[in-house]
């Protein structure tokens, strides 16, 4: 980690009231002669800065109060730096651009309203605060932006922007509702461990890369479905506290992150949290799939070893009867189609060893030996077995065909019962 990146992580070290440096007033005028020298502009109250044109030195302040600033068709070739400072009512509505990057770090914003920026290098807001009202609109970043620990006390708007990196928005602290509105995330989008009082919306938005929600707070709705989603996004949701989220299955199929690595354990716990989403939300066929996807993952995150060959054998009968059986009771129709295939089988079987089974009077007439009656006798005997156990057809198999019978019996007798828990389930809701 560079020292630049490391600072952003630091904690802001910000002196007390009484021993913070009184800040002196200076026209828009002498600061400009400041910012042309290239010298750093503190301790200083400034109302109505307009920076216009360009700008080829450093433009940095620090522990300053600037009022109704404006950067409107600026351009800065070097670094701009807000550090502990107070903007109030802070306009870019022309655009500007930052070919080194700008850095709002541990400083307090009051409606703010940056549009058609084009920010080339690192956009800090660490610790900054935001509030009244804060809009995105129409801007580039190429490089990192870094929202870590902001407080934002208003609704954040992000329309129509473009992320063509990494989009830092770890442990945010939002007061009102975030809304990500016809943007475009290239790189990751990290919002693990933020907190939004209200909604959060990412509707019309576009992400390329990591959609990653995992330990956030989100008590309201959660908006995901109308989202554009590219050939390598993937979703997070890990130790999430949400209750509403609005995505749809065929949005998550192999796109959940901790399932692509190979992390069942935690995939089953994302997977447990859609769940009680989808069940809060009255999802329940929803409700199936996320279960479904919970007991899968749950299988596959247990240790098999060859070491222990009944661990082979008791995930083998797991996926055989209760995955590919029913679904682990969220889809009867396989239980039924498991069910033809167990009787055409047998049928096949016991077809070939007709000789194996009594027939005083063939189906049709002529021999048992005969084509017409070996499929009949097969299936007849097969739906008997599978149906009735092996009372059905008691004292007429004969031979080692009874190990068959006996096999189907049981088969017959667990499908009867997962098919009955799984319908039940779906009829009971």
Not at 181 to 188: M, Y
Not at 203 to 231: Q, V
Not at 277 to 293: G, I, P, T
């Amino acid at each position: 980690m560079s020292e630049q990146e490391l600072q952003l992580f630091t904690a802001p070290d910000i002196q007390p009231e009484e021993q913070a440096p009184e800040r002196i007033e200076l026209t828009p005028q002498e600061v400009l002669e400041l910012l042309r020298a290239g010298k750093e502009v503190a301790n200083a109250r400034v109302r109505k800065l307009t920076l216009k044109g360009e700008f080829a030195q450093p433009v940095r302040f620090r522990n300053c109060a600037l009022i109704q600033p404006c950067l409107d068709g600026a351009k800065f070739t070097a670094e701009v730096a807000f550090t502990h400072c107070s903007l109030d009512r802070l306009s870019v509505t022309r655009g500007a651009t930052f070919a080194a990057g700008l850095d709002f770090g541990h400083s307090v914003l009051n409606k703010c309203n940056l549009t058609r920026l084009k920010v080339e290098g690192l956009f800090n807001a660490a610790f900054a605060e935001f509030k009244n009202k804060l809009a995105f609109s129409d801007n580039t970043f190429a490089g990192k932006v870094s929202f870590w620990e902001a407080k934002i006390h208003c609704w954040i708007d992000v329309k129509g922007c473009e992320f063509q990196a990494e989009a830092d928005f770890r442990s945010v602290h939002c007061g009102q509702g975030f809304v990500l509105n016809r943007s475009t995330f290239r790189g990751d989008f990290l919002f693990r461990g933020s907190s939004v009082a209200k909604k959060f919306s990412a509707d019309t938005s576009r992400f390329e890369m990591l959609l990653d929600l995992s330990k956030a707070k989100l008590p309201d709705f959660c908006y995901l479905e109308g989202i554009e989603s590219g050939p390598t996004m993937r979703f997070a949701f890990l130790n999430a506290v949400a209750e509403r989220i609005l995505v749809k299955p065929e949005q998550l199929t192999g796109r959940l992150a901790s399932e692509q690595e190979g992390r069942h354990a935690d995939a089953m716990h994302e997977y447990g949290t859609l769940k009680k989403s989808y069940q809060n939300l009255h999802r329940y066929d929803h409700e199936d799939w996320a279960f479904y996807r919970f007991k899968v993952n749950q299988r596959r995150g247990k240790p098999c070893r060859w070491l222990n060959p009944f661990s082979k054998v008791r995930r083998f009968c797991d996926w055989l009867f209760l995955d590919v059986g029913c679904g682990y009771g969220t889809h009867p129709g396989r239980a039924v189609r498991m069910a033809l295939l167990i009787i055409l089988g047998f049928a096949a079987l016991y077809a070939l060893n007709v000789e194996s089974f009594y027939a005083e009077k063939p189906p049709f007439d002529g021999e048992k030996t005969e084509l017409g009656n070996r499929v009949m006798i097969g299936f007849v005997n097969s739906v008997s077995v599978f149906t009735s156990g092996m009372g059905g057809i008691r004292e007429i198999a004969k031979g080692w065909i009874n190990v068959a019978v006996m096999v189907e019996s049981v088969m017959g007798t667990l499908l009867f019962g997962l098919f009955i828990v799984a319908f039940s389930r779906k009829v009971i809701r």
